[in-house]
């Protein structure tokens, strides 16, 4: 959009210790270059604006509004409090959030590309995957599901210094994601294929209900291509024998 209006109030300024008018809104506003460090921004709505190359350290952006594709473009936010804002509708390029607190902040149908979270507050969240592009997470997400409306939607993301406490990912393709490095993940990235011959190998014994109940697991894993496992989360849902015998049915040699 080039109609944008370079915002008089944001654009350029560098502020501590400040706070805006209560539901300050930015319409077709331009804002580059903006340094606001223990600033309130009580509740902004930002619409079809573009903020650019700002800095946020330890501010208030909690409640905010971003609608008609707001653009955020190499944007800096450290310590920021984004509990239920509304992010859905935003676009977010090249961004940095470090420390920050995205509690009851929905992600769900807003885009993000090439952007860094570093050890920020991401519980009970729902990604959209096919909107997710080369982004890299550190520290723990919880109860966050990576979603995709088609089947094996490709997941390009960097997960390597994360935690994945009851992460779940829904039609996601993970064979090009960067695994978690931490020893209570497994990755098996021939998921569908370690599936399949560990299926054949239990459809031939005898019928049991833990045999049952691992050709209905064996089956959904078959579909997918490329998978994460908690370990400690598979054995407090599944139960310890049934995870061993899973997980070692998963790692026979091809």
Known sequence: MNNRTESQLLSGVKREDWALPEKTRFEQAL???CELKNTNLAYPIFDQSLLQDCTFEKSDFSNARFF????????????IDFRAAGLNDSVFRQCTFIKCDFRQSPFNDCVLVDCLFDTCK???????AGKLENC??????????FVAEQPNTMLRADFSACILDYVTFKNCNLEQISPPTDSRHLYVRDLAER??????????????????LLKRRLKNLAMQRGGIF??????EVEGQE???????LLQQPG
């Open 242 to 248: 049934f995870a061993d015998q899973l997980i070692s």
């Open 195 to 212: 599936a399949r011959k560990a299926l054949a190998q239990v459809t031939s014994q005898p019928e049991s209900p833990q045999n049952n």
């Open 68 to 79: 008609s594709a707001t653009e955020l473009v190499r944007c800096t936010f450290r310590n």
């Open 230 to 235: 908690n370990l400690k989360n598979l054995v």
């Open 31 to 33: 804002i580059k270059g």
């Open 122 to 128: 991401i519980i009970d969240n729902t990604f959209d």
């Open 136 to 145: 890299s997470f550190s520290g723990k997400l919880q109860e966050v599901n």
